[in-house]
């Protein structure tokens, strides 16, 4: 199982990181030497410090110390976005700090070579890593291994024992002496879990905990006594008044650059729309609930044929569905479908960030199998989300609701800023908007060792 990485850790590789950032210059700069004077130089010098402090921030809100969890499309996804970041910088800085002197050739130099090496470091930290993380996992659950390896795919390429939390407690820790890590799952009842926990703690084993819903609801809580008793306080779902107005302030903001940024890439939508279905409309209205259930009309460019529900009724889409047309195919895959729904932001029906908006149909049949599913709708639905930067389109509904609840407990505007920069890894992967794949059947729960 993937180790957590030590704060000491994540800062030693921040600053190599930096350290690679800075060198790329420096080489870049030398080898552009002979034509290079020392206003070129002094030029460079005074504006690397803004570098370093930009460079920081996006290696942070990307999550560059972290390597364990990452595909290597992942890191290499992440390093093009980051250094690409750094490069506009650094052109705005030299004009914003009057360094006209920052020769261009230098800046692109210095980009081509970060991404050289900042790729070799993580390359080399991925194998140091897959090497001294060789081991086998005890999982504490009652799903079946084929519901575990569809639930958890990293789960595919480990070594995987599976136990059941209704065994006797000998059996599991026998079981957990030859294991590297344990891992429990969230149908594991608490006094077990307690149990299990102390436990590994105990003999220096990692644990690793898939929070349940109620985790979710008392997370966030405040501690506090009543006469010498310690009690915790839970707080209700939702935002405060001054969250929900820099978060209002920061979506109308945003939606009007984005809306006039992005006009031009709305008419070649259209025109595309228009090319394959001559008399099919452009735009795509559904009723969808908001905050509090109120419903609203959320907008989209059509990626389905006309009256695609027609004959199924309200049914999620699939792999390869054949009600998609071929422009609606591209427009899903790189997420332009999804613009319209600024001009909901700008009506205060959505945010930028926040859960997706779902049907009324969808949200009674999630609610019957799981009552915290209503506790999403306490914050306005979002374009984008903390479930959809973590989690796949094919990312079954519990997993996505605690990833949902998890953002409403913890929102920031920070946490929005990180979430909306790391949706462009979700536009450029392609396997975050492919559609559901077909669930595999409940097995007869068993003990398997």
Known sequence: MNKIESPTQKITVLLTDLVLITLSYFIALLLRRPDLEVRNWDASLA?????????????AAYEMYSFHRKTIWDIYSNIFIVTTFIMFFTMAASFMFRAFALPRSVILLAYLLSI????SFKLILVNTSRKSNEGTVL??????????????????????????????????AEALSSADCLMIGPDCPEETKSKLIFYSMKNDKLVYVVPSLYDLLVSKSVITSLDDTMIV????????????????????????????????????????????????????????????????????FRSMVMNAEALTGPTLAEQNDNRITRAGRFLRATRIDELPQLINVLA???????????REFFIQQFTKSNKSYQYRNTVKPGITGY?????????????KLRFDLYYIRNYSFWMDLVILLRTINVVLDKTKAEGGATKPAKETKTIQM
Do not use: C
Not at 48 to 59: E, G, K
Not at 142 to 159: C, G, Q, V
């Open 116 to 119: 050289v090496l900042l790729i």
């Open 47 to 59: 504006v690397l410090p803004w570098i370093l402090v930009v460079s920081l921030f996006f290696l």
């Open 139 to 172: 999982f504490v659950t009652r799903e079946a291994t084929d519901e575990l390896k569809y639930l958890y795919p990293s789960l595919n390429n480990m070594s995987v024992k599976t136990i059941s939390p209704d065994s006797p407690f000998d059996d599991v």
């Open 233 to 300: 306080g839970v707080k209700p779902f939702g935002l405060t008044f001054d969250q929900l107005l820099v978060k209002r302030v920061f979506d109308i903001t945003l939606s009007l650059i984005m809306l006039i940024v992005l006009s031009p890439l709305f008419l070649l939508a259209a025109i595309a729309i228009k090319i394959e279905e001559p008399k099919g409309t452009i735009f795509y209205k559904q009723e969808r609930a908001g905050r509090h259930n109120r419903p609203f009309m959320i907008y989209k």
């Open 387 to 399: 479930a959809q930067i973590m989690g796949k389109y094919t990312t079954d509904v519990e997993n």
């Open 348 to 358: 205060g029906h959505m945010s930028i960030i926040g859960p997706r908006p779902e």
